[in-house]
C-alpha cells in the first residue's frame, strides 16, 4: 500500500517562508513525476508545480518567482520551498506521485495535504 505524507504546512506571516515536503512510502518500484496542488476554501483545486523525474520543473505562473519544487529520489521525498508568502497563499497543499507500485501499472497518488495559513 503506498502512502504519501505531507508535512511543514502552518501559520506564517505576510513575507515568511515555508517549505513543505510529502514523502512516499510503501511498496514502490519507481516514482515518476511528482507535484504540489493547493486548494482555497471555495477554489477548485490548482496546479502549482511539478517536477519530473529527470527534474524538469514548471510552475504555475503566480509561482515561478516565489516557490521553487525540488525532489530526493533516494528519500522518495518532494518538497516545496515558499518565500514572500502572500495571504492568498492560503491553502490546503497536496502533493501527487506518479508511481509504479510493482508490474507495470502506473498509478497517482495523492497525500491527504498540509494547511497553510498566512496571515498577520
Known amino acids: 500500500q503506498v502512502q504519501l505524507v505531507e508535512s511543514g504546512g502552518g501559520l506564517v506571516q505576510p513575507g515568511g517562508s515555508l517549505r513543505l515536503s510529502c514523502a512516499a512510502s510503501?511498496?514502490?518500484?519507481?516514482?515518476?513525476?511528482m507535484a504540489w496542488y493547493r486548494q482555497a476554501p471555495g477554489q477548485q483545486r490548482e496546479l502549482v508545480a511539478t517536477?519530473?523525474?529527470?527534474?524538469?520543473?514548471t510552475y504555475a505562473d503566480s509561482e515561478k518567482e516565489r516557490f521553487t519544487i525540488s525532489r530526493d529520489n533516494a528519500k522518495k521525498t518532494v518538497y516545496l520551498q515558499m518565500n514572500s508568502l502572500k495571504s492568498e497563499d492560503t491553502a490546503v497543499y497536496y502533493c501527487?506521485?506518479?508511481?509504479?507500485?510493482?508490474?507495470?501499472?502506473?498509478?497517482?497518488?495523492w497525500g491527504r495535504g498540509t494547511q497553510v495559513t498566512v496571515s498577520s
Open positions: 501527487k506521485m506518479t508511481i509504479i507500485p510493482s508490474g507495470v501499472v502506473v498509478y497517482d497518488y
Open positions: 517536477i519530473t523525474s529527470g527534474g524538469s520543473t
Open positions: 510503501g511498496s514502490i518500484r519507481s516514482i515518476g513525476a
